[in-house]
């Protein structure tokens, strides 16, 4: 069985169809650019937001972030493997560079040393039975499952249509996943657990003062307003 043939077919990012306009749409809502980028932020007021900003971004980049890989259930440690080594050239390559820019400088620092973690431990290939991570059903063995590396790949998989965010309940587009308190989140609803978002602009709040409304909604201060005239709405308004 392939992994597609799991997927409803309004949801099949084919060319041309519904399903491709479908991933548009999502990847606007789930993944805004101005969640990611300062430059696409325009409501980020000082230098202090734009470097919040930044520094959020650095973080779930390194820490949180991450695109679920599919494979069939019981691949866990060989994915895992994959990871390590990726990982081990990453440092590598790191600690390359930095000698490289060391002699350059003239500089006598040594570099650091990094290595792959261990991949001891019961071969995640021998369990005889898989549940979702997601709905806890059965994952059939011949029947392909996602993964996501944040989430540690022994014993965590997903049902290709239950890899959805915990918050919204859609489906993950492109399998681009936020992990955080063992939940799966699009990146919207992860970025609004750490700042609220302007029920006005819909960029994130990076400022300390802010409109929060009776029902929990937030604004900054100066979009909390009528979009005819511009008045406040603590003062009513003709409109």
Not at 42 to 67: D, N, R
Not at 123 to 134: F, L, M, Q, S
Not at 152 to 164: E, I, K, M, Q
Request: proline share 3%; charged share 25%; aromatic share 8%.
């Amino acid at each position: 069985m392939q992994y597609m043939e799991l997927i409803p077919e309004s949801q099949r990012t084919v060319s041309g169809t519904e399903g491709a306009l479908e991933r548009r749409r999502q990847l606007l809502s789930q993944l805004p650019a101005y969640d990611q980028d300062p430059m696409k932020c325009q409501s980020l007021a000082s230098e202090e937001e734009i470097s919040s900003m930044l520094l959020f971004v650095k973080h779930y980049k390194q820490e949180v972030l991450g695109v679920g890989e599919v494979a069939l259930p019981g691949e866990g440690d060989a994915l895992k493997e994959a990871a390590n080594q990726r990982t081990a050239k990453e440092a590598k390559d790191r600690s390359n560079s930095d000698k490289k820019d060391s002699l350059e400088h003239q500089d006598h620092g040594s570099a650091g040393s990094n290595a792959a973690g261990s991949t001891n431990g019961t071969d995640d290939g021998t369990k005889t039975e898989h549940r979702c991570t997601g709905c806890h059903g059965e994952v059939a063995k011949e029947s392909p499952a996602v993964y996501a590396e944040r989430s540690g790949y022994r014993g965590a998989l997903w049902h290709p249509t239950c890899f959805v965010c915990s918050e919204c309940g859609q489906g993950l587009v492109d399998l681009v996943y936020f992990w955080s308190n063992q939940k799966l989140f699009c990146g919207r609803h992860y970025c609004q657990t750490v700042w609220p978002r302007c029920s006005g602009c819909d960029e994130l709040i990076f400022c300390q003062s802010f409109h929060t409304a009776n029902d929990g909604r937030t604004w900054h201060r100066h979009h909390y307003c009528c979009w005819k005239c511009g008045q406040s709405l603590d003062t009513p308004c003709q409109h």
